[in-house]
């Protein structure tokens, strides 16, 4: 399988480059009898899109999706569901002068090495405009989650450059363009941005995401993980730097007595692991949080080197995003919930009737 595809039993494929005809993708191995119709695609892909905010890129697309094939009257049919978005505010010209030099800390320098060939328009293939396709097909694994196990994905933005949020409601969180979970710092959000974006530079983000109602025993050992699929995922989203699971890197300073979620007959009595333990969820709340490094299309002049090794200052002009994480939450929702998805199936498939029989009492002869 080429690496334009994840999922074992749902598997995702993506195609398309930010200033091609059109991006899709193919989702293949969703249950038949799912109503699904173009229109339920729209709250996510508005959710991610550019154009939004003055404190995103300004390009304009309308995400319309046209669904190509797996659905029929309205319902999945378990064949490929394959989606296309037509690309329809391309602006090329404004990547004329760094088609023959590198961004530094773009891909764009990676992917000459590796293909001796690139498409510079939009940054091709690399570009977070392929995430447009996770969000559609994450609407469609959100749709099944909820119906078939009552389970939902939601994320939030949870640091943007130095600020933090200084409280925490979940009900505000869709009302600014951010993502944040507080009101009152939404002015100061948008105070910092301005002034970054008039200094031309940008910055980083965290964004955390999480899954409420996955049943225990989604994920399995040793090589198909669920922390370990939903770390690849949410790493393979563009800029993302750093992926923890629950409590992540913090459990550097933590004592065991610490760190370990005690159980009582009612339940546990914490959630440091997030959810998953041997990689395997275990009832509770799945949690994961990401980083996203600051965007390195700056109009700030950088040195770098052209595609014949001259050295070169380089600017980047066109419609950035100062902060690719602000855009970041949907997308990280849409890869938790196809992640979250593909296990739910794979459990199904091996141990679909553990349920049917007791779990056998170790030591206790059989019959
Ligand atoms: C992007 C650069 C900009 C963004 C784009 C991501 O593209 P362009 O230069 O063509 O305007 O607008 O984001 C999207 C189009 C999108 O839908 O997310 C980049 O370099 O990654």
Not at 71 to 97: C, F, H, M, W
Not at 296 to 318: A, E, F, K, M, W
Not at 337 to 344: G, W
Request: glycine content about 12%.
């Amino acid at each position: 399988m080429s690496s334009n595809s994840f999922g074992k039993l749902l598997t995702v494929t993506t195609f398309g480059e930010s200033h091609g005809p059109a991006i899709g993708c193919v989702l293949d191995g969703c249950p038949p009898g799912l109503a699904i119709a173009p229109e339920e695609f729209r709250h996510d892909l508005e959710r991610r899109a550019t154009g939004k905010s003055r404190h995103t890129s300004a390009r304009r697309e309308a995400d319309d999706v046209e669904i190509l094939s797996g659905v029929y009257e309205g319902l999945t049919t378990g064949t490929p569901i394959a989606l296309l978005i037509r690309n329809t505010d391309q602006r090329s010209k404004d990547y004329a002068n760094i088609a023959s030099q590198f961004r530094p800390g773009h891909a764009d320098y990676a992917y000459w090495q590796k293909y001796g060939i690139r498409d510079p328009r939009g940054g091709g293939r690399s570009s977070a405009r392929e995430t447009t396709m996770r969000v559609a097909a994450g609407v469609i694994a959100k749709k099944w989650l909820a119906q078939r196990h009552g389970v939902t994905v939601r994320g939030y933005l949870s640091q943007l450059g130095p600020i933090t949020p200084e409280g925490f409601d979940w009900s505000v969180v869709e009302d600014n363009p951010f993502f944040w979970p507080h009101a009152a710092q939404v002015p100061e959000l948008e105070s910092y941005m301005d002034a970054l974006r008039k200094s031309g530079d940008s910055i980083g983000a965290r964004v955390n995401v999480v899954a409420d109602g996955v049943p225990p025993g989604w994920g399995e050992p040793i090589y198909g993980k669920l922390d370990g699929d939903l770390a690849a995922a949410l790493m393979s989203i563009n800029a993302v730097k750093g992926v923890e699971i629950g409590d992540g890197f913090a459990a550097v300073t933590q004592k065991g007595t610490e760190h370990r979620d005690e159980m009582t007959p009612q339940g546990f009595l914490s959630n440091h692991a997030g959810g998953i333990l041997g990689g395997i969820s275990t009832g509770q709340q799945v949690t994961a949080s990401i980083v996203l490094k600051p965007t390195s299309s700056l109009r700030l002049p950088g040195r770098t080197v052209n595609v014949d090794g001259q050295p070169v200052d380089v600017i980047t002009t066109g419609r950035h995003d100062p902060c690719v994480g602000i855009r970041a939450t949907p997308i990280a929702e849409a890869m938790m919930a196809l992640v979250l998805m593909d296990h739910a199936l794979r459990h199904r498939a091996q141990c679909g009737d553990v349920g049917d029989v007791p779990p056998r009492v170790p030591g206790q002869a059989d019959g």
